[in-house]
């Protein structure tokens, strides 16, 4: 009897692993509610960031600021199930914000080195890249999303 102990533990721990990986899933509108009450939070986090108008110290410390916000955000999102059959159109859109995360970075670096002309080139792209991951949420529904 023992024996089968020591057989059966290991064979029913590898049965709850297995229901463990089991992905969930939800439905398109719950995803949208889910993932527009994140970007709520997100994108009044975002507004809250001071103008840096044309200061260059002040403009780095709200790009540096909204580093975290960006990805906090996303990492919030990546949480969320996805509705079967979207998911890439979500990891897409993930793609997209992953994207501005290093615009983000990039033109901390370039505001860092003091480099102004590859700062505000990155800055272009940063709202082209905007306007695309913007593009993105909104066609999938995500409006709050879309409005950041």
């Known amino acids: ?12 721990a590898l049965a709850a692993c297995k229901g463990a990986t089991k992905t969930a899933t939800i439905s398109r509108s719950e995803y949208q509610t889910r993932a527009n009450a994140i970007c709520t939070s ?4 975002g507004n809250s960031l001071q103008d840096p108008g044309t200061d260059q110290a002040k403009l780095k410390q709200v790009v540096d600021q909204a580093i975290p ?14 509705p ?3 998911e890439a159109t979500i990891q897409g859109f993930y793609a997209k914000l992953d994207k501005l995360i290093a615009d983000l970075k990039d033109e901390s670096a370039a505001l860092q ?3 102004l002309p590859r700062a505000s080139q990155i800055a272009t ?9 913007n ?12 409005a950041g």
Not at 1 to 12: A, D, H
Not at 125 to 133: E, L, N, Y
Not at 135 to 146: D, H, K, R
Request: proline share 4%.
């Open 42 to 45: 997100m994108n009044a986090k």
């Open 113 to 115: 080195a003091n480099d």
């Open 69 to 82: 916000i960006t990805s906090d955000g996303l990492a919030q999102l990546r949480q969320l199930p996805m």
């Open 84 to 86: 079967k059959g979207d």
């Open 135 to 146: 593009s993105a949420a909104n066609a999938y529904g995500l409006t709050v999303c879309g």
């Open 125 to 133: 792209a940063f709202k082209t890249d905007s306007t695309a991951a």
């Open 1 to 12: 009897m023992r024996q089968l102990t020591w057989v059966l533990v290991p064979v029913l």
